[in-house]
Structures are given as C-alpha cells and as structure tokens.
C-alpha cells in the first residue's frame, strides 16, 4: 500500500524522545520552550505558543482576537472542518468565501467582492482565516491590504504550511497577519505526533495564547490581581482549556524541525517529476503562484471533464485497488449535514469550490515515497481504464 502521507521518523527522532522520557519532565518541561523559540526562529516571527493540535491552536488564536457572540468569521470551503469550527467554539457565526480557479486558496477577487457587499448589509467578518492549501500561500499581501480597509483580523491556517514562502520569507512571519497557524499531525511536514503552534509578533497577543491553553491560569506576580500568598500561588485570571502540548511531542518536533528544510526540498523534486509527466488535456496539476515557494503537504490533481476520459470517481477506485491510498482534501465545509442544515449556505455561491470538488484528489506525497513507488503511482494514472482494473 502506498499512503498519500506518511511520517519520516528518525533514530535522532526517537532518541529525543528517550531522551525526554528518561529526564525529569514529561510535560510543561524545558522542551516546550525550546521547540517554539526554534520555530519561531526558523519562520522569523517573535513568538510561538506550542499546543496540542492545529484545531486547540485556531481555537486559541480566535478567543486572542476576542471573537464572540455575533461576531463573523470567513475562512475557505476548501479546508479541514477546524478552520470554521473554530469560530463556532466561540459562540460566532461562519461564512465562506469562494477559491481562485488555479491556486485552490481564498480568492482575493471573491473576498474584496465580498467584503463590498457585507459593508453594504452591516455583516463585515471580525476575522478572516485564509488556508495556505497543500502548502501553498494565499495571497497575503492584498488580503491584509483589505484587511486595513475593512476592520477584519486574519488568522492564517498554515497547517500545511511550515516551510514554505510567501514573496522569499517564511510562511509563519506574520508579516501579513495576527496570528498564523502550524500543524504537526503525523502526515504533515513534520510532526510531533499531535500537535499545532500559534506564531504571532504581538505580545499580547502571545501572552493570551499561553493563558488560553492552559485552564487561564497564571503563575506570574505581574499577571495577578494581587500579591502571591506564597510561592506556591497561581491565579486562574481567563477561562481557558487543557490544551497543552507534552515534553515527549515538542521534542519529537524538535529534532524534527532540524530537517524541515530537506523534507521540503525531497518533496519538490517529488512535485517536480508529478509536474513533467501528469500534465496532459485531460489532467491538470497544481498551479503554483510565482510570489509563493509550497511546502508541498500535499500534491492534487484534477480530473477534465472530457468526453470519453475517466471521471475522478473511477480514477479514485482505480487507484485504490492498486494498493494507493489516494484520498481528497476536502469535500466543502458547507457540504458537512452539521453545516447544511443552518440553510444558510448555497452551493452555487461557491462555483470554483464545487467544481474543484468535483475533479480533485490528493496522490501520494510524502518524503518516504520511493523513485519506484512514485513511478508505479504515475503508471497507474496513465494506465487506461478497463474492467480489470477495477475488479
């Protein structure tokens, strides 16, 4: 079988973990802090808030920016469920905006057209989540000029992202943003098993974040409302949530994150030899914007709607029965029953997204997929579609 992800874990990678378990501290330890301050590093932003998933982080980042009751938040259809759930964890209410034909990212021209009619009707969002899809960078710096334009804060959802560029700086400086969102699930860039970082260049902002993941709480003299009874005082001053990321992850993440850059580098050349052999009038490939460098989380293909071609359902079973995993990312948020039955979406408000739905699936990309395994992948798309290919 053949994954579309898979981890790439090291004997570094689990002696680090040894390591932290035969020390002292096995969660809200040394590791923590080590492991942001070097993302933070790696993405030249200011400060990294480490916690147990992507989805604790984009739900963190809202309560930050003090989204709440009657509040709106716009994100992409094309994304994971958490990039909206988020919003709905804070009691606020989520729209969608339509993706660009080529990058599968927020289109800019959808938003501002958007943003224009929601000023119009009173509704303008609070925060918008742009999704960096299979790691490539939406438009940043034109969101963020229509973000000083229109009042909204952006939160990007960089899950796929750590690694990659935006205009030749790292994904995660927040240049263009609040806050950005990491992943570290295991099929991401790199893992830590479960886990996901806030990065931000706003102090508050971070200091809200180390509150929000851990119950609100505060062991900081300056932080209470009061002086301590004793050393051993803290003060619950927010409420807050158990989201805290262990010693045993951040350190998996840790010696991770010394080979971003060649896992990233490995899945270019991979892309690269996808991109020279699987272009054809019936398949297109990924558009890659020339201001953005991927990290490539994921590699997608589309299938043309051609008279006589294979359709992407067949394609989809094709390759499963050959023993590749390939999988679809995603099917719209607004397509989910929890979201359906609001009625407040139409799907004909979201041409792109449903088109895009309707001819997409991701193939394997992962640093651990061989010449050979690639090659057969490849061979399997090409293949003409008979009969015993699919029983």
Not at 190 to 211: K, S, V
Not at 314 to 332: D, S, T
Not at 365 to 386: A, S
Request: aromatic share 10%; net charge negative.
């Amino acid at each position: 079988m053949i994954p579309y992800g898979r981890q790439d874990i090291s004997e570094e990678d689990i002696q680090a973990v040894i390591d932290v378990l035969k020390s002292d501290y096995l969660t809200q330890g040394p590791a923590i802090p080590a492991f942001e301050q070097a993302v933070a590093a790696n993405c030249g932003v200011k400060f990294g808030v480490a916690v147990n998933s992507a989805t604790s982080a984009l739900h963190i980042a809202c309560m930050a920016l003090n989204l709440g009751k009657g509040d709106i938040l716009w994100t992409s259809p094309i994304t994971f469920v958490a990039s909206a759930n988020c919003a709905l964890y804070c009691g606020a209410t989520v729209d969608f905006v339509d993706i660009d034909p080529l990058t599968y990212n927020m289109s800019v021209e959808a938003l501002e057209k958007k943003l224009q009619q929601a000023e119009v009707e009173g509704k303008l969002p609070k925060i918008v989540v742009p999704v960096h899809l299979a790691g490539q960078s939406c438009e940043m710096e034109k969101i963020h000029l229509l973000s000083k334009k229109y009042g909204f804060r952006i939160i990007e959802d960089a899950s796929h992202g750590i690694g990659g560029k935006y205009k030749g700086s790292p994904i995660g400086n927040c240049l263009y943003s609040d806050i950005t969102v990491f992943s570290f699930h295991p099929v991401k860039i790199i893992t830590t098993g479960e886990g996901g970082m806030c990065m931000t260049n706003d102090p508050e902002i971070a200091l809200r974040l180390t509150h929000y993941r851990s119950h609100g709480i505060t062991r900081q003299p300056a932080e209470m409302t009061h002086v301590p009874d004793g050393p051993w005082y803290y003060q619950q001053i927010d409420l807050g949530f158990n989201y805290r990321i262990t010693d045993i992850h951040a350190a998996l993440g840790l010696s991770q994150l010394k080979r971003l850059d060649e896992f990233v580098q490995k899945r270019h050349e991979i892309a690269r030899r996808y991109d020279t052999t699987l272009a054809s009038d019936t398949l297109t490939i990924h558009y890659q914007h020339p201001d953005t460098y991927s990290a490539y989380h994921l590699y997608i293909i589309r299938l043309k709607k051609k008279e006589g071609g294979i359709g992407r359902l067949q394609m989809f079973e094709k390759l499963r029965a050959a023993g590749i995993l390939v999988n679809l990312h995603y099917i719209p948020v607004y397509h989910h029953p929890y979201y359906e039955k609001t009625g407040k979406y139409n799907r004909a408000d979201f041409p792109n997204a449903e088109a895009y739905y309707a001819e997409s699936i991701s193939i394997p990309m992962h640093t651990m997929l061989t010449n050979d395994e690639q090659q057969f992948v490849i061979d399997q798309i090409e293949k003409p579609m008979g009969h015993q290919n699919l029983f």
